[in-house]
């Protein structure tokens, strides 16, 4: 039978049988192994495979650790919201391991780590939540009595593959903030290797789902960046696939929070949002299932560039974002310059397009924001003393 003939008959036994497994529907199940496909960017032809390995093939053994961190990760993938999400994350991994979630505690957790790690010696993933602190000889994290440190290096060393999950994990994320006390460092940091990486703060459950879903059909990760980042999912910046991105091109800015551009959603660029230097696909396909305007941005709040080292946690949340890859349009339409101001806007385009190259342009394109920014704010506080004198 050709692989889409299978994919498409319903009554075949393992669909029969994942359909009493998870109490999901068929439809919905098969619908989900498209999406997975597509978001991934595989061929025609992958959600097939990735439905058959769902289906029957053995779920990977998962030790998963807990450092410095709030939890949000898993909180992220497991909360009651996403049933749907949490049934399959829970049906493609056999969590073996996870100091959050387990009945047990004390030594009958450690055991349980040990005999986990024993039975399934070279084969399962580690997974890593949480950021490790390495200063003053790591004793600022313990658990069962181990540094951080140790543990992490004892689980990794039998591990077949290890994913650091939120931004904690994959780069230091919120403990490593200026001054960073304790040392608190990534999970490739103390391995000295790199490992695949899923930040977010938290992350996008379906990241991570997805890049365990690849694992299980292909035996092998996603493609990553230099950052270990899967580049289906950090491959492109939040500000090329956003919802108000032609609010952005138009000059159409919310200044304050509750102002009448925030209320119509313009875009949040002048609040701070940091979707034009961070790399996730937040903008593409929105946070969880909880509906389609459920990110940061769909929700009226700037992208404060939670996955992105260097950004999130570092930069103030309201200053303006770095402009990366920006090649400017010809001519800005006029939207809140005044009259006789337009001149300089024109200069300043033309010095951009002579200019060509993508980090000069990038400059212009700030600097033409900053000047519609002050004439924006002459306007207000023009008609904010003129409001004062009728008073
Ligand atoms: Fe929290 Fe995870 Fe942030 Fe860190 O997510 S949501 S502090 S990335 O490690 O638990
Ligand atoms: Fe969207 Fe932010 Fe870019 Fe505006 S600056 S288009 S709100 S990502
Ligand atoms: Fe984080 Fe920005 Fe996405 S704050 S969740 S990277 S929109």
């Not at 008959?9 to 597509?38: H, I």
């Not at 969590?95 to 047990?104: C, F, G, N």
């Not at 500000?239 to 925030?262: I, Q, S, Y």
């Amino acid at each position: 039978m050709e692989r889409n003939q299978v994919f498409f008959d319903e009554n075949r036994e393992s669909l029969n049988q994942l359909e009493k497994r998870l109490d999901l529907g068929r439809r919905e199940f098969l619908q989900f192994c498209s999406t997975v496909a597509a978001t991934m960017g595989l061929p025609a032809g992958a959600e097939a495979a990735i439905a058959k390995a769902v289906e029957t093939a053995k779920r990977p053994s998962v030790i998963w650790l807990h450092f410095q961190e709030c939890t949000g990760c898993s909180e992220s993938l497991l909360r009651a919201e996403h049933p749907t999400l949490e049934k399959l994350i829970l049906d493609v991994i056999s969590l073996d391991y996870h100091e959050t979630l387990m009945a047990a505690a004390g030594h009958q957790a450690e055991a349980a780590r040990k005999d986990a790690m024993k039975a399934n010696k070279g084969k399962y993933i580690l997974v890593v939540e949480g950021a490790i602190p390495v200063k003053d000889d790591g004793i600022y994290c313990k658990i069962g009595g181990k540094k951080a440190i140790n543990l992490v290096k004892e689980c990794a060393a039998d591990a077949a593959a290890v994913i650091a999950i939120g931004s904690c994990a994959s780069w230091g994320g919120m403990p490593s903030t200026d001054p960073n006390p304790t040392g608190a460092s990534s999970v490739a940091e103390v391995l000295g290797k790199p490992v695949v990486t899923i930040p977010g703060c938290p992350p996008n459950p379906y990241n991570f789902l997805a890049t365990v879903v690849h694992f299980l059909t292909f035996g092998k990760f996603p493609e990553v960046d230099k950052l270990g980042r899967p580049k289906f999912a950090y491959g492109r910046l939040i500000h090329e696939n956003c919802e108000r991105r032609a609010h952005f091109d138009a000059g159409r800015f919310a200044m304050e929070f509750g102002d009448a551009g925030h209320r119509q959603g313009y875009c949040l660029y002048k609040l701070g949002c940091k979707g034009p230097e961070t790399y996730a696909n937040c903008s593409a396909i929105g946070f969880g299932d909880a509906g389609e305007n459920n990110w940061p941005v769909g929700c009226g709040h700037p992208c404060i560039g939670c996955s992105e080292k260097g950004v999130g946690f570092t930069k103030p949340i309201h200053q303006v974002a770095k402009m990366l890859n920006v090649t400017p349009p010809l001519q800005y339409p006029r939207i809140v310059e005044e009259q006789g101001k337009a001149a300089s806007f024109a200069s300043a385009a033309a010095v951009a397009a002579i200019a060509g190259a993508a980090a000069g342009a990038a400059v212009m394109l700030t600097r033409n924001l900053g000047l519609s920014h002050a004439a924006q704010e002459a306007k207000k506080a023009d008609s904010d003393s003129a409001g004062k004198e009728k008073v």
